[in-house]
T-cell receptor, first 110, second 115 residues
Framework: GDSVTQMEGPVTLSEEAFLTINCTYT??????LFWYVQYPGEGLQLLLK?????DKGSNKGFEATYRKETTSFHLEKGSVQVSDSAVYFC?????????FGKGTRLHILP | GAGVSQSPSNKVTEKGKDVELRCDPI?????LYWYRQSLGQGLEFLIY????????KSGLPSDRFSAERTGGSVSTLTIQRTQQEDSAVYLC?????????????FGPGTRLTVT
């Protein structure tokens, strides 16, 4: 069945470092792809999405490009901040459901 | 406007007891989803409702789990004869319509602990 695999955390970086969180997926057809974020003490919220191959989703300085050839949707940010510390979930949609990866916890040190 | 609300925020119950978890979706949202977030397991889809259509129950882990949505609004997730492995955070989400192109808005979750 469809699935999402993302790098295991926790990932610890210093402020202003470059961030990559890898995500690959297995799916039939061409699902929409998402990154959701869960900040400490808050609910899960959509960070960005891409609905077709080569689309780039972006928000709050984060970007991810839908790569059909490598079935990937890696999350990147050029300069992270302490406030980016959170758990990040890669996800895809299938039959009106969202299938999530296991999440990657990100710690940003000042 | 109010977001998705869930109650209770925390629930501790003894093994074997039944529990009910409640979700109030955003007004006007026709799709409602339940997920389970277990340590190290990410978010696991349980069930979703879309309008008056029959719910998609394909993610429910056993027949001890059931959910209903009354009047197309409030939903209740019921777990009968709880087991320790049911301990998790149960998340509810709603969207205008079902489908990936419609953003899902999540509630804060109910943390269930089965002792």
């Amino acid at each position: 069945g469809d699935s999402v695999t993302q790098m295991e955390g926790p990932v610890t970086l210093s402020e202003e470092a470059f961030l990559t969180i890898n995500c690959t997926y297995t799916a039939t057809g061409y699902p929409s792809l998402f990154w959701y974020v869960q900040y400490p003490g808050e609910g899960l919220q959509l960070l960005l999405k891409a609905t077709k191959a080569d689309d780039k989703g972006s928000n709050k300085g984060f970007e991810a490009t839908y790569r059909k050839e490598t079935t990937s949707f890696h999350l990147e940010k050029g300069s992270v901040q302490v406030s980016d510390s959170a758990v990040y979930f890669c996800a895809l949609d299938r039959d009106d459901k969202i299938i999530f990866g296991k999440g990657t916890r990100l710690h940003i040190l000042p | 406007g109010a977001g998705v609300s869930q109650s209770p925020s925390n629930k501790v119950t003894e093994k074997g007891k039944d529990v009910e978890l409640r979700c109030d979706p955003i007004s006007g949202h026709t799709a409602l989803y339940w997920y389970r977030q277990s340590l190290g397991q990410g978010l696991e889809f349980l069930i979703y409702f879309q309008g008056n259509s029959a719910p998609d129950k394909s993610g429910l882990p056993s027949d001890r789990f059931s959910a209903e949505r009354t009047g197309g609004s409030v939903s209740t997730l019921t777990i009968q004869r709880t087991q320790q492995e049911d301990s998790a955070v149960y998340l509810c989400a709603s969207s205008i319509l079902a489908g990936g192109r419609y953003e899902q808005y999540f509630g804060p979750g109910t943390r269930l602990t089965v002792t």
